[in-house]
């Protein structure tokens, strides 16, 4: 089935500093792939995605890459604000072996932005 | 607002008790989810529903159970809890109409002591 790997698992940046978390992923039929932000105490929330057919997505301060052909995809977040510090997760919807068409997530990253 | 609700938010409980944490969905969607987060390890699916009458196992339902009652409304049991069990649990919802994006509870937080 599909697997996940997301890196790093800690990030610091400092305020207005750009920051970048990257996942690959195994199953090269996988189309779809979002990213969710968690707030401390909060539930996942989506913040942006992008499916298999388009290299680039933006929205307003972070945007997200996809290389298919390595199998890797990318959050960016620019300008960075206290207010972005949280866990994020990328996630693929994986086709082969048990993931049955099911959202598989990275195991997070935690960033922190310092004043 | 639609939204999704979990019940109860907080259990603690005791080796070999039966458990149950409840789901309900305001949202109309079809599809529903059981994850559990555990720290470094992110979101696991241990069971999902994509109508009343479909249930499917997940990465790691070992130990769980589910049950779909209505549309709305979506059951995770462990029959038997134990410690390593303890974890914070989430439901979420999709449909064909909210395209791929997946809603999340606010999340049960279980210890099994």
């Known amino acids: 089935g599909e697997n996940v790997e997301q890196h790093p698992s800690t990030l610091s940046v400092q305020e207005g500093d750009s920051a970048v978390i990257k996942c690959t992923y195994s199953?090269?039929?996988?189309?779809?792939f979002p990213w969710y932000k968690q707030e401390l105490g909060k539930r996942p929330q989506l913040i942006i995605d992008?499916?298999?057919?388009?290299g680039e997505k933006k929205d307003q301060r972070i945007a997200v890459t996809l290389n298919k052909t390595a199998k890797h995809f990318s959050l960016h977040i620019t300008e960075t604000q206290p207010e972005d510090s949280a866990v994020y997760f990328c996630?693929?919807?994986?086709?082969?072996?048990?993931?049955?068409?099911?959202?598989?997530f990275g195991k997070g990253t935690k960033l922190s932005v310092k004043p | 607002d639609a939204d999704v609700t979990q019940t109860p938010r907080n259990r603690i409980t005791k080796t070999g008790k039966r458990i149950m944490l409840e789901c309900s969905q305001t949202?109309?969607?079809?599809?529903m989810y059981w994850y559990r987060q555990d720290p470094g390890l992110g979101l696991r699916l241990i069971y999902y529903?994509?109508?009343?009458?479909?249930?499917n196992k997940g990465e790691i339902s070992d130990g769980y159970s589910v049950s779909r009652q209505a549309q709305a409304k979506f059951s995770l049991s462990l029959e038997s809890a134990i410690p390593n069990q303890t974890a914070l649990y989430f439901c979420?919802?999709?449909?064909?109409?909210?395209?791929?994006?997946?809603?999340f509870g606010p999340g049960t937080r279980l210890t099994v002591l």
């Open positions: 199953d090269s039929a996988s189309n779809y």
């Open positions: 996630a693929a919807r994986g086709y082969y072996g048990g993931s049955q068409g099911n959202l598989i």
């Open positions: 979420a919802t999709s449909d064909f109409t909210s395209g791929n994006e997946q809603f």
């Open positions: 992008i499916r298999s057919n388009v």
């Open positions: 949202k109309g969607h079809d599809r």
């Open positions: 529903s994509f109508d009343v009458k479909d249930i």
